[in-house]
């Protein structure tokens, strides 16, 4: 019987993602990396079996924009393990225009907190089965811009906004999956399932992909050593397997030090957190399982 540890990571393929499953996998873990790109993929199965080449790759392909996507790979990932040990939720997208994808949510909302949302949901059965097991999902300081939060606008909102609002609203997807975080652990409390999030810090690799001259100053700001993604890939891989973070539920820790951080204040009452679960179980709906609420 494969005795390994079993890790699902979604956004893997690039960035501090990719510098994450490079790390995990030299734990010796058995990896499930959710994906787009079947090149990147392939691209990434050849770097793990450079670095260690005993480490088994699963890979399980879907547009994390298109929750009918995310369905179906968690129940693609659920029929092929006996168990999960940790859930890496990790892919993000930081859009400077707003775009609608085809079920009708904007692109930012369902990549950054509706696919974490639902795929978690959607595993939460086999992964609280698991237990001891792990919850990881990244965040954002940048919660701290969010401004205000209101769960029933904030999930449905698809309004045109401009490059310089673009942050504002990444923040609140941000914050959003702060209060997922905390929300989840209150729910999961007691049966050995450590939920924790996460912000990575400045990261310069995928650095405002849609921004002009983004990939040059990305190169220079590499040369200088600011915004070292190896940062963000540490305290993903710190979560995900240092005991010391086992019996966490409900933090949320910066990159470098792994200090404590406060959710903003405006996303921090259980009042609030409790609202934006029930009105995203609500909106996803056609997705539940049915212990998920």
């Given at each position: 019987?494969?005795?390994?540890?079993?890790?699902?990571?979604?956004?893997?393929?690039?960035?501090?993602?990719?510098?994450?499953?490079?790390?995990?996998?030299?734990?010796?873990?058995?990896?499930?990396?959710?994906?787009?790109?079947?090149?990147?993929?392939?691209?990434?199965?050849?770097?793990?079996?450079?670095?260690?080449?005993?480490?088994?790759?699963?890979?399980?392909?879907?547009?994390?924009?298109?929750?009918?996507?995310?369905?179906?790979?968690?129940?693609?990932i659920d029929a092929h393990y006996p168990?999960?040990?940790?859930l890496i939720n990790n892919a993000g997208?930081?859009?400077?225009?707003?775009?609608?994808?085809?079920?009708?949510?904007?692109?930012?909302?369902?990549?950054?907190?509706?696919?974490?949302?639902?795929?978690?949901?959607?595993?939460?059965?086999?992964?609280?089965?698991?237990?001891?097991?792990?919850?990881?999902?990244?965040?954002?300081?940048?919660?701290?811009?969010?401004?205000?939060?209101?769960?029933?606008?904030?999930?449905?909102?698809?309004?045109?906004?401009?490059?310089?609002?673009?942050?504002?609203?990444?923040?609140?997807?941000?914050?959003?999956?702060?209060?997922?975080?905390?929300?989840?652990?209150?729910?999961?409390?007691?049966?050995?399932?450590?939920v924790t999030c996460l912000c990575p810090?400045?990261?310069?690799?995928?650095?405002?992909?849609?921004?002009?001259?983004?990939?040059?100053?990305?190169?220079?700001?590499?040369?200088?050593?600011?915004?070292?993604?190896?940062?963000?890939?540490?305290?993903?891989?710190?979560?995900?397997?240092?005991?010391?973070?086992?019996?966490?539920?409900?933090?949320?820790?910066?990159?470098?030090?792994?200090?404590?951080?406060?959710?903003?204040?405006?996303?921090?009452?259980?009042?609030?957190?409790?609202?934006?679960?029930?009105?995203?179980?609500?909106?996803?709906?056609?997705?539940?399982?049915?212990?998920?609420?």
């Open positions: 019987m494969d005795t390994r540890p079993v890790i699902v990571m979604t956004g893997a393929t690039n960035g501090l993602g990719r510098l994450a499953a490079l790390d995990l996998a030299r734990t010796g873990a058995r990896l499930g990396i959710v994906a787009r790109s079947r090149h990147k993929a392939d691209t990434l199965r050849q770097e793990i079996e450079q670095v260690a080449p005993e480490t088994p790759v699963d890979v399980f392909f879907a547009d994390l924009s298109l929750l009918t996507d995310v369905r179906r790979s968690a129940e693609q168990r999960i040990d940790v997208l930081h859009a400077f225009s707003q775009r609608v994808t085809s079920e009708g949510f904007a692109e930012m909302t369902a990549v950054n907190y509706l696919a974490p949302w639902a795929l978690t949901n959607a595993l939460r059965d086999k992964i609280t089965a698991s237990a001891p097991a792990r919850i990881v999902t990244v965040a954002s300081r940048a919660s701290l811009r969010a401004g205000i939060i209101d769960p029933l606008k904030d999930l449905t909102d698809t309004a045109d906004f401009t490059r310089r609002e673009s942050s504002l609203l990444y923040g609140r997807t941000k914050l959003m999956d702060i209060m997922f975080t905390q929300e989840l652990g209150r729910r999961l409390e007691g049966t050995g399932v450590a810090g400045f990261n310069a690799t995928g650095l405002g992909r849609e921004l002009p001259l983004a990939e040059t100053l990305e190169k220079v700001l590499t040369r200088l050593n600011i915004g070292n993604p190896q940062h963000g890939a540490d305290i993903i891989v710190k979560l995900a397997t240092d005991p010391a973070f086992a019996g966490i539920t409900g933090g949320y820790f910066a990159a470098k030090t792994a200090r404590p951080l406060e959710c903003p204040e405006i996303g921090r009452s259980e009042t609030i957190q409790r609202a934006l679960w029930d009105a995203t179980a609500e909106l996803l709906h056609d997705i539940r399982r049915p212990n998920s609420t």
